[in-house]
Nanobody, 117 residues
């Protein structure tokens, strides 16, 4: 099973930026889709954005991140990233990297993002 390691979380003021990275232990082209999920305090884990093996992108409408967050990949490094700009307090949560297969998701350990007002 693929191993995923996230990095890049932290504490930032509202309006600031953070960049999350996720390194996969295998070629990301062998993974049907990779994405970022957020789990806010007391809430379920929800999809933020994902990128498919063909390069197509998907941003979850319900998360209100379009125009602020950008998901990308670096195939040479087998990593995906999430550039987060204009951060808001409601973006606070633990961000998980996921590799999505037909059978389900493999998860990273998560990285905390805290946006102060």
């Amino acid at each position: 099973q693929v191993q995923l390691v996230e990095s890049g979380g932290g504490l930032v003021q509202a309006g600031g930026s953070l960049r999350l990275s996720c390194a996969a232990s295998t070629s990301i082209f062998s993974i049907p889709a990779m994405g970022w999920y957020r789990q806010a305090p007391g809430k379920q884990r929800e999809l933020v954005a994902r990128i498919f093996s063909d390069g197509s992108l998907n941003y979850a409408d319900s998360m209100n991140v379009k125009g602020r967050f950008t998901i990308s990949r670096d195939s040479a490094k087998n990593t995906i990233s999430l550039q987060m700009n204009s951060l808001k307090p409601e973006d606070t949560g633990v961000y998980y990297c996921a590799a999505t297969y037909v059978w389900g998701n493999a998860w990273g350990q998560g990285t905390q993002v805290t946006v102060s007002s």
